[in-house]
Nanobody
Framework: QVQLEESGGGSVQAGGSLKLSCAVS????????MGWFRQAPGKEREGVTT???????NYAESVKGRFTISEDNAKNSLYLEMNSLKPEDTAVYYC????????????WGRGTQVTVSS
């Protein structure tokens, strides 16, 4: 059973930084996509950033230059370093994973709240 668990959320003032972590267990495929998504109150969930098993990354325009995705395969962990946070970054952040070839992310964590105050 694949499980993902996020941690590291919290409250921070605008301009501050947070680092989210996602611990993954039970995943057996060597090729994958992993990503961070977020959902703000009253809004649809949106993609923030993804990383492939070959190391390539993609970022939403709204976070480029401020957020960095990384992974530690030895620790089965995914990270999201968030700098220069803005109030509009306030959301529940989710990590997700899928094998290469799946159309949609099928494995999700339960989310961690990030609140940025002005």
């Amino acid at each position: 059973q694949v499980q993902l668990e996020e941690s590291g959320g919290g409250s921070v003032q605008a301009g501050g930084s947070l680092k989210l972590s996602c611990a993954v267990s039970g995943y057996r495929y060597s090729k994958y996509s992993m990503g961070w998504f977020r959902q703000a109150p009253g809004k649809e969930r949106e993609g923030v950033t993804t990383i492939e098993s070959n190391g390539s990354t993609n970022y939403a325009e709204s976070v480029k230059g401020r957020f960095t995705i990384s992974e530690d395969n030895a620790k089965n962990s995914l990270y999201l370093e968030m700098n220069s946070l803005k109030p509009e970054d306030t959301a529940v952040y989710y990590c997700a994973k899928k094998p290469v070839g799946w159309a949609d992310f099928g494995y999700w964590g339960r989310g961690t709240q990030v609140t940025v105050s002005s």
